[in-house]
């Protein structure tokens, strides 16, 4: 399944025991449609509390023949109004949504415009920091792979080792920026930490010297604040010739 979701009213993709996610309500969509008790949902990856996604991808099984295009309509019918499914493809059996990506990419949005039209997708900066400052040490993440110092603490992840291609601020408009990154795999709060860093360097509360240190000091409490999640959108996933 590829589809896109407005991550403000959720408590993240995956299921959670005190609050809904939109995991959940694919499940619920795909055991009323399907008549099944139970229909497992596995997703690219597990977007947090308040992020977005353009372009998520999720897999299912099942053993029957499935009309594609009517099971899209009829999904996006009984969905709620901030999810949306694109399309619905049969794929080999070995085909998995999470481990068979050969990488992701997240977009973040920030602005220097206060505007009510826009507050759940930006996050309101309250200057414009130093951009140009800001690349050269983004630059800076695609020559190293331990991520330790951008990971949430006490996750139940083997390894911070990330191998990240892109990394860079481009302008969007006279009020709007966008940061690009892209890697194999992302770890728990990540993207978010390291744009809170990156600010500080715009905002020249840290060197590029001083950046690099937190990277190779690998402790989460030498990095940044973590920024807030409405600028968040997970963009695009990439699986290679052979899946999808």
Not at 72 to 89: A, G, M, Q, Y
Not at 154 to 178: F, G, R, Y
Request: proline share 3%; charged share 20%.
């Amino acid at each position: 399944m590829f589809l896109a979701y407005d991550g403000t009213r959720y408590h993240g993709w995956q299921i959670q025991p005190n609050g809904d996610s939109v995991q959940q309500q694919l499940m619920n969509a795909l055991q009323t449609l399907l008549r099944r008790e139970v229909v497992e949902v596995t997703g690219a990856g597990r977007t947090d509390a308040g992020v977005h996604a353009k372009l998520m991808v999720a897999h299912f099984d099942h053993d029957e023949p499935i009309g594609c295009t009517l099971l899209v309509e009829k999904l996006n019918r009984i969905l709620p109004p901030d999810i949306s499914v694109f399309k619905v493809e049969p794929v080999d059996a070995e085909m998995h949504a999470r481990f068979s990506a050969k990488s992701r990419r997240y977009e973040y949005y920030v602005t220097t415009a206060k505007s009510p039209f826009m507050r759940q997708y930006r996050y309101k900066l309250h200057k414009v920091p130093d951009f140009k400052l800001m690349n050269q040490a983004a630059n800076m993440l695609r020559e190293v792979d331990d991520f330790t110092s951008f990971s949430k603490l006490h996750t139940d992840v083997k390894t911070n080792i990330c191998h990240v291609s892109l990394a860079e601020w481009s302008q969007v408009d006279d009020v709007t920026w966008v940061f690009n990154i892209q890697a194999d795999r992302f770890l728990r709060n990540m993207v978010r930490a390291i744009v809170g860093t990156l600010l500080e360097v715009g905002y020249g509360k840290l060197t590029l010297y001083d950046f690099l240190q937190v990277i190779l000091q690998k402790d989460r409490c030498s990095a940044g604040m973590s920024v807030p999640a409405q600028g968040l959108f997970l963009a695009d996933i990439q699986y290679g010739n052979n899946t999808l």
